[in-house]
């Protein structure tokens, strides 16, 4: 068993970006996390639009003001919670999306601890 946790450390360490790299690699990292920090926000105000137009329409259909028969009503009543559904559904995926990123932004960060250690490892070698 030790010989197998010891392959899967020298197969995990392997796939690291070099230490030479390090600014690049951290540079590299800063552009990522800013694309999907972007992504994210995009991705949230969707859903908030989505929640915007059922509460429009919920509100239309339910005012009395506007006479409208009771077809247009109901069809209304249906894409507010058409779009109320989509938008649980978007919400879902922004909340998925998010704990992604956050947990690829920690892996990150402990990769680039990784990649420290082992430059100032080398150094004082």
Same mark, same amino acid.
């Given at each position: 068993?030790? %010989? ?5 450390? +020298? ?6 970006? &070099?230490?030479?790299? !390090?600014?690049?690699?951290? +540079?590299?990292?800063? *552009?990522? *996390?800013?694309? &999907? @920090?972007?992504? =994210?926000?995009? $991705?949230?105000?969707? =859903?908030? @639009?989505?929640?915007?137009?059922? #509460?429009?329409? !919920? ?7 506007? &006479?409208? $028969?009771?077809?247009?009503? &109901?069809?209304?009543?249906? #894409? ?6 989509? #938008?649980?559904?978007? +919400? *879902?995926?922004?909340?998925?999306? $998010?704990? %992604? ?9 402990? %990769? ?5 250690? %082992?430059?100032? !490892?080398?150094? $004082?070698?």
């Amino acid at each position: 068993m030790a %010989q197998q946790s010891n392959n899967l450390r +020298e197969r995990l360490l392997a796939t690291l970006p &070099h230490p030479e790299n !390090l600014a690049a690699y951290r +540079e590299e990292t800063t *552009m990522l *996390m800013a694309k &999907h @920090a972007r992504a =994210l926000r995009w $991705d949230y105000f969707t =859903l908030n @639009a989505f929640y915007f137009i059922a #509460g429009i329409l !919920l509100f239309v259909s339910t005012a009395n003001y506007w &006479h409208v $028969d009771a077809i247009m009503r &109901h069809s209304f009543q249906f #894409g507010s919670a058409l779009m109320f559904f989509v #938008g649980m559904i978007f +919400e *879902m995926r922004y909340r998925i999306y $998010d704990n %992604q990123v956050a947990t690829l932004k920690e892996i990150k960060q402990v %990769q680039l601890q990784i990649l420290e250690l %082992q430059a100032s !490892l080398r150094k $004082d070698q």
